[in-house]
């Protein structure tokens, strides 16, 4: 489990810490303080880097370069549409050769450095190593990710990027895909952002909650909202992902199941949170502004579900959010469920300092009691 995070040159940080973290823990901080950054920084490193990880964050930034057909291009290079752009994700939103990130832990998979090279400083027997052709560069500039336990020069993870930064869309395919690199490292990464899980994302996570057997503890995460469910049940076209509709909830005293959007944006939440916590098992689950969609009144509940199936399935939590319910419904956990909040810690994240402050259960009650802004 991660106890340190440290972040250089890593977008809005120059190089910031995060220290006493725990198995359940909340970022706060003003607007572009850089708490969904540091979620996405510890889902590259969840991914040993990998190249379609960082296309992934950037087309969800809205962070691209129209591109187009070039004729005078090689086949390989023509391509239309977006392509990702990296350069945001270093500090000064600029590339150069020689310039680097670095994101590091005190876990043996956690160490990441995303290096600048030119061509000309790959000598000629390892650009032969490049995952792409030379003929088919856009320009001198290589992204070069690695752990700090591999030698530079292992380029299995190198990417050409354009001159503007971007990475070349249908090069990605060389560096294979992200579910083989989760795969690869061992570790489970579930990523909830503000827009939640798709119907066609959760449907694929069911298998593992029809496996587990683990149908009752879903239903049992949705009664939050709703104490009349009894079960939920996914229609074969979306459990196969080839559906956004399909996703059925059993309430009682309701003849037929009625389709989860009737219930509501929280229902819609909480269900991905249930399946989520039982997809990253034993790994990372990631939760981009946690409260969204819920009232007030269910925060506290919210938490203890959390809490207790991260406690369950081996999993370290990392949650962001603006709200100041949110942060009651978890001083209200630690206050009713001391052996829980053991378990959690508040970051305060502000990247013009160089570390973040932390506030461990019995300072998360006091500050909210002395009304301590903390968010």
């Keep these: 489990m991660l106890r340190h995070l440290e972040l250089v040159n890593y977008r809005g940080f120059q190089r910031y810490q995060l220290e006493g973290l725990s198995r359940i823990n909340l970022l706060v901080g003003e607007n572009n303080s850089g708490k969904t950054s540091i979620l996405e920084a510890l889902h590259l490193l969840a991914s040993g880097g990998h190249p379609t990880v960082f296309a992934e964050i950037a087309f969800g930034r809205g962070e691209v370069a129209e591109t187009s057909d070039e004729g005078d291009r090689p086949a390989a290079l023509r391509r239309r549409g977006l392509s990702p752009v990296v350069s945001h994700f270093f500090h000064g939103h600029e590339l150069w050769p020689g310039g680097f990130l670095e994101l590091h832990t005190d876990t043996t998979w956690g160490h990441l450095v995303g290096r600048i090279l030119e061509l000309d400083d790959i000598d000629p027997e390892r650009q032969k190593r490049l995952p792409f052709g030379i003929s088919t560069m856009p320009s001198p500039l290589v992204l070069h990710i690695s752990r700090t336990d591999v030698p530079i020069e292992s380029l299995d993870n190198a990417v050409p990027l354009d001159d503007d930064g971007s990475m070349p869309s249908d090069l990605l395919r060389h560096v294979g895909s992200r579910k083989r690199a989760n795969r690869e490292e061992g570790l489970p990464v579930e990523f909830i952002t503000t827009d939640s899980l798709g119907s066609q994302r959760m449907g694929e996570m069911w298998g593992a909650v029809l496996k587990e057997g683990r149908e009752r503890d879903v239903a049992k995460a949705l009664s939050i909202i709703e104490p009349g469910v009894q079960d ?144």
């Excluded at 996703?247 to 944006?265: A, K, N, T, W």
């Excluded at 916590?277 to 919210?302: K, P």
């Excluded at 970051?347 to 160089?354: E, G, M, T, V, W």
């Design 232 to 375: 939920v049940a996914f229609q074969p076209q979306a459990a196969s992902g080839t559906s956004p509709a399909g996703i059925l909830v059993g309430l009682g005293g309701v003849r037929q199941r009625v389709p989860l959007g009737s219930l509501g944006d929280g229902m819609r939440r909480l269900l991905a949170l249930s399946i989520s916590l039982i997809q990253a098992s034993g790994g990372l689950l990631l939760i981009d502004e946690i409260d969204t969609g819920l009232h007030y009144s269910v925060m506290g509940d919210m938490w203890r579900l959390v809490t207790q199936a991260a406690i369950d399935s081996n999993i370290q939590v990392f949650a962001a959010t603006h709200s100041l319910d949110c942060l009651q419904g978890l001083a209200w956990l630690c206050e009713n469920y001391p052996e829980l909040g053991e378990q959690v810690c508040v970051q305060k994240i502000d990247a013009r300092l160089s570390e973040a402050d932390a506030f461990h259960a019995d300072n998360i009650k006091i500050v909210l009691e002395q009304g301590i802004e903390v968010r």
